[in-house]
């Protein structure tokens, strides 16, 4: 089982930028393990919104494509989701989540295995 702790999340202008970090424990080999982010906003079911594939590819939800970066820095377990250009409806609850997963299934919540608490990023027009 993977411990998922995330951070970053705050209160953002529009047009602003936030940076939100998931760090990982209890899996030893995080290298090939992927990760993902998604969000929930009030009245809202939890969508997609970016994953990094065990290390191997990147895909993105259409509504945060060339706004929002994953990354990964495999040395310290972490994964990182840098946030650009945000707008209001950028506004949810976003968590962390790690599986086995591949390709396209990696958009699917029912991938991930374990999840982290949330943290909340909300921007104000």
């Known amino acids: 089982q993977v411990q998922l702790v995330e951070s970053g999340g705050s209160l953002v202008q529009a047009g602003g930028s936030l940076r939100l970090s998931c760090a990982a424990s209890?899996?030893?080999?995080?290298?090939?393990?992927?990760m993902g982010w998604f969000r929930q906003a009030p009245g809202k079911e939890r969508e997609f919104v970016a994953a990094?594939?065990?290390?191997?590819?990147?895909d993105y939800a259409d509504s945060v494509k060339g706004r929002f970066t994953i990354s990964r820095d495999n040395a310290k377990n972490t994964v990182f989701l840098q946030m650009n250009s945000l707008k209001p409806e950028d506004t949810a609850v976003y968590y962390c989540?790690?599986?086995?997963?591949?390709?396209?299934?990696?958009?699917?919540?029912?991938?991930?295995?374990?999840w982290g608490q949330g943290t909340q990023v909300t921007v104000s027009s």
């Open positions: 990094n594939i065990a290390a191997t590819a990147l």
């Open positions: 209890g899996r030893r080999i995080f290298s090939i393990y992927s």
């Open positions: 989540a790690g599986g086995s997963c591949s390709g396209w299934g990696c958009r699917d919540r029912s991938s991930y295995s374990s």
